[in-house]
């Protein structure tokens, strides 16, 4: 790549400003924590094993093991775990934060469709709150700031300074034949791999829903339903971000466990958006979603299978479209560095003929920027991915992959799709189906609980249907680091 010296240089400065914060306050907590385990009878693994996982859904961690003082032995403790009942440990308040910095440098973001040669640096940071009060309920509210700094073409999911992310109240009850979930206000889901229905971790800004949800989990069994309008971010002014009815995303799913721990599930969901727009239909979108998937592992293989089906209509047009994933692989446990073998395919519809009656284009709702890479060179739509890769562990803190993705159209008579479903200017109807090779190379590191950081490197050779458009092979490279207390 080709990079400007003094811009990446002001960039770096910036961003290695916040990245020295977190590092900075990872090794004090390091510190307080072995001081602290000198003068009580824990051992760090002890203390380690005590505290809850820290989880990218922070309201799903239970704090209350901090009612023992014997466990309050780092930087911070304090304000993790606040009593508000002596009868009950289970009353308390938790406060905690998230912060993400990433510089990444792009030397053709789209193929060089419009957009140029960038370095920027993208940075979110969370502050949440979480009570747990009257023995089932939960209030949780966490506040995001967005921000970008140097990117100079900003998308919907680059920036959002200072807004409410999360806020709900939750309802959880344990009975003799089940347990009963509920959640009101704004708030986040994922469905398995997230290929369709994802938190959106990959971009700056994660995708959150003002919804009612319940579930019911009995045994083997787990029933789920909810109404949402996804939220819809602005970057003008803070705390500016709306929900309407012009935009619903309503389910209802049933999952099971088979064979001990294979999980089975299926869903029916509607998608509904006024005023849509798609390269060969326009109006309002009433997209009814089927979904089916199947995963599970036995003596060193793994597979997860998913396949989806969509109709309804778009403006006048009705809607026939598919799309599927498959991931599969086998881990050699007993082997040095825990070497995976896997293989990833994946298909998903276009419009066959456009100007038809029918609109093809399949719609991946809500996708994982992560599924396919960081680049964000592949959308899931009108494609056919197939992905060998290999993944290592050198190290209990350190996973390394290399991944090898070819791509076609799944029609040429569809546009070249980027992330998440947006066609590339002049791609529709010319060229072939081959649309290129991909190489990834990615590395994750756990500092400790708290801090990890990431490396990851995409070099993309372009086909002839995205040369012929104006694109040219493109190179990515993106590193973060990320904090969370």
């Not at 939960?138 to 999360?166: H, M, S």
């Not at 590339?424 to 010319?430: H, I, R």
């Amino acid at each position: 790549m080709t990079w400007t010296a003094g811009r990446s240089a002001c960039l770096w400065l910036v961003g290695m400003g916040g990245l020295w914060l977190a590092s900075w306050s990872a090794a004090v907590m390091a510190q307080a924590q072995d001081a602290s385990a000198e003068a009580t009878s824990l051992t760090p693994a002890q203390d380690e094993a005590a505290r809850p996982v820290l989880r990218s859904n922070r309201w799903q961690e239970d704090w209350s093991v901090l009612a023992d003082p014997a466990l309050r032995t780092r930087w911070g403790d304090a304000l993790k775990y606040i009593a508000l009942s002596t009868a009950d440990p289970k009353v308390y308040l938790s406060f905690g934060a998230n912060l993400r910095e990433r510089v990444e440098m792009s030397d053709a973001a789209s193929f060089g469709i419009g957009n140029p040669n960038n370095t920027y640096l993208l940075q979110r940071l969370q502050l949440h709150a979480d009570l747990r009060f009257a023995q089932y309920w939960q209030a949780f509210v966490q506040v995001e700031d967005a921000r970008t700094v140097n990117k100079q073409v900003i998308g919907g999911a680059d920036r959002n300074p200072w807004d409410l992310r999360l806020a709900f109240l939750a309802y959880v009850r344990k009975f003799e034949s089940g347990t009963l979930k509920a959640r009101v206000g704004r708030q986040d889901f994922a469905f398995d791999l997230q290929r369709f229905v994802s938190l959106r971790d990959g971009p700056n800004v994660r995708q959150s829903f003002d919804a009612a949800w319940a579930d019911w989990e009995a045994g083997k069994w787990r029933f789920i339903g909810f109404v949402s309008q996804p939220v819809q971010y602005k970057d003008q002014h803070p705390f500016d971000d709306t929900s309407n009815r012009h935009f619903r995303f309503n389910m209802l799913r049933v999952e099971r466990l088979v064979w001990g721990h294979d999980e089975l599930s299926a869903y029916y969901a509607l998608y509904s958006r006024d005023n849509a727009h798609y390269l060969d239909a326009a109006g309002n979108e009433q997209r009814e979603v089927y979904d089916a998937r199947f995963a599970g592992n036995a003596a060193g293989f793994d597979w997860d299978l998913e396949g989806m089906a969509q109709r309804g209509t778009v403006g006048s047009k009705d809607i026939d479209a598919w799309g599927s994933g498959a991931r599969a692989g086998y881990t050699w446990q007993g082997f040095g560095w825990q070497p995976r073998l896997g293989l990833q395919a994946d298909a998903a519809s276009g419009d066959h003929h456009p100007g038809g009656q029918s609109l093809g284009t399949f719609n991946p709702l809500f996708p994982n920027g992560y599924y396919f890479t960081l680049a964000g060179f592949t959308g899931y739509t009108n494609l056919v991915h197939i992905k060998p890769s290999v993944t290592l562990k050198p190290l209990p803190a350190l996973t390394l992959m290399g991944e090898v993705g070819f791509l076609w159209r799944e029609t040429t008579a569809d546009a070249v799709y980027v992330q998440p479903n947006i066609p590339l200017a002049g791609t529709a109807g010319e060229g072939g189906h081959w649309t290129g090779v991909y190489g990834q190379l990615r590395a994750d590191y756990a500092f400790n609980a708290n801090f990890t950081g990431a490396v990851e490197a995409v070099h993309y050779d372009v086909g002839r249907a995205i040369r012929v458009a104006g694109g040219r092979d493109a190179d990515y490279l993106g590193v973060e680091l990320k904090f969370m207390w």
